[in-house]
C-alpha cells in the first residue's frame, strides 16, 4: 500500500491529481474557553475515490467534515471543492447555493431537522437540484440496506440505524462531486455494513470523478487502497499519518 506524506502543520495530504477537494493551512478550535487547537496549518488535497479518515473521540473527524461543508468556520486556511476546474469555497457561498448543492453532499447524521417528513419524500428532497442523482445507484442502495418496506414511514417512526440507512442511500446516488460521510457504520447491522463496505469498494475502483471522505474510529469499512488521514498521528507534528 503506497505511503503518501502528510502533516498537521503546514503540510499536505496529497492523493490522485486532479484535486477535487484542497485544505490549505486549516487552523481551527472549538468555540470554548481553554479549547486547545484541533487543527493547526492541516493541509490536504484529495482526488477521486475514497478517502479514509480515522481518529479516536474528540481528534476532530466530525468537526473537520463540518468545516468542509461550511457549517463551521475555520480560524485560519482555505478550504475548496472541485479544483482547479471551477474552485468553489463552501463559506464564500450564501446557505442553500445551487453550486455548492451540486458538488457536495452532507448530512449531519445526528440532525432530526427532516423526521417530520416520509421517508419517500426525503429522498425526492434530496434529489432536488442534483443532475448527477442516479436512480440506478438509489435502487441498489435501498435494495442493499433493505429499505423498502419504510419508504412510506416518517424519519422520526425509524430506528437509529434505518434514518442513517436513508440518509447513505441519498448520499450515495447523490452523484455529488464530494460525499462527506461521517462514522457511516454506527448503528449498523452486519448485513447494512458489508453492503455499505461493498458499495465504498466498488466507488473506490471506479469514482467517476466523485470523492467520498468518510470517517471511523477505525479503517474496516474503507477500501484496501484507499488512502487514509489518521488525525490521531496528524496531531504531533512532523508524523506522517496516512498509509
Known amino acids: 500500500m503506497p505511503v503518501l506524506p502528510v502533516h498537521s502543520d503546514s503540510a499536505a495530504l496529497s492523493v ?24 493547526a496549518g492541516l493541509g490536504l488535497q484529495a482526488g477521486a475515490g ?26 485560519a486556511g482555505r478550504i475548496r471543492i ?5 474552485a468553489l469555497d463552501p463559506h464564500a457561498l450564501p446557505a442553500g447555493d445551487a453550486r455548492l448543492r451540486e458538488r457536495l453532499f452532507w448530512c449531519d447524521p445526528q440532525s432530526d431537522r427532516h423526521d417530520g417528513r416520509v421517508a419517500r419524500d426525503y429522498l425526492a428532497m434530496q434529489r432536488q437540484g442534483r443532475p448527477g442523482w ?15 418496506e419504510h419508504l412510506d414511514k416518517r424519519l422520526e417512526m425509524l430506528s437509529t440505524g434505518t ?39 466498488r466507488h473506490h475502483e471506479a469514482p467517476a470523478g466523485r470523492l467520498i471522505v468518510v470517517t471511523g474510529h477505525d479503517d474496516r469499512l474503507m477500501p484496501a487502497p484507499a488512502a487514509r488521514l489518521s ?3 496528524a496531531a504531533v507534528p512532523g508524523v506522517s499519518a496516512v498509509r
Open 16 to 39: 490522485a491529481a486532479p484535486p477535487l477537494l484542497q485544505v490549505e493551512g486549516l487552523h481551527w478550535r472549538a468555540p470554548f474557553e481553554g479549547a486547545p487547537p484541533l487543527f
Open 50 to 75: 475514497v478517502l479514509g479518515v480515522t481518529g479516536d473521540e474528540g481528534r476532530g473527524k466530525s468537526a473537520l467534515l463540518r468545516l468542509i461543508a461550511g457549517e463551521l468556520r475555520p480560524d
Open 82 to 86: 472541485d479544483a482547479p476546474a471551477e
Open 134 to 148: 442516479s436512480e440506478a445507484a438509489l435502487a441498489a442502495q435501498l435494495e442493499g440496506f433493505a429499505l423498502h
Open 163 to 201: 434514518r442513517r440507512k436513508l440518509r447513505l442511500a441519498a448520499a450515495l446516488a447523490s452523484g455529488a462531486t464530494l460525499v462527506l460521510l461521517d462514522d457511516p457504520g454506527a448503528a449498523l447491522d452486519a448485513r447494512s455494513l458489508r453492503h455499505l463496505a461493498e458499495a465504498l469498494r
Open 231 to 233: 488525525l490521531d498521528v
